[in-house]
Nanobody
């Protein structure tokens, strides 16, 4: 079973940027459809963005569309989430996971979750 590892979280000011990375331990990420989710304190985990393994089709939640960009870096064997124009409401633990059925937006559509990386945006 593939293991995913997230990195790149941290503290940013509102309006700033962060770049998250998702790496597959022992495997190449380009074998999988990959999704990013986030979970804020006291809230349910929600879909953020996803990218297919074939063709690189992307999908975004409405709340991040136009601000976040998901992409593959095959040379680094990672899937990145570039987050611009950050808002305090983007504060959450961000997770990447493998899509079971393409780019669904439900937690149940994904498996092999990483441990998450904390993103905190100050106002």
């Amino acid at each position: 079973q593939v293991q995913l590892v997230e990195s790149g979280g941290g503290l940013a000011q509102a309006g700033g940027s962060l770049r998250l990375s998702c790496a597959a331990s022992g495997r190449t990420t380009n074998r999988y459809d990959i999704g990013w989710f986030r979970q804020a304190p006291g809230k349910e985990r929600e879909f953020v963005a996803g990218i297919t393994r074939i063709g690189g089709t992307t999908n975004y939640a409405g709340s991040v569309k136009g601000r976040f960009t998901i992409s593959r870096d095959n040379a680094k064997n990672t899937v990145s989430l570039q987050m611009n124009s950050l808002k305090p409401e983007d504060t959450a633990v961000y997770y990447c996971a493998v899509g079971r059925y393409g780019l669904g937006n439900r937690q149940s559509d994904y498996g092999s979750w990483g441990q998450g990386t904390q993103v905190t945006v100050s106002s």
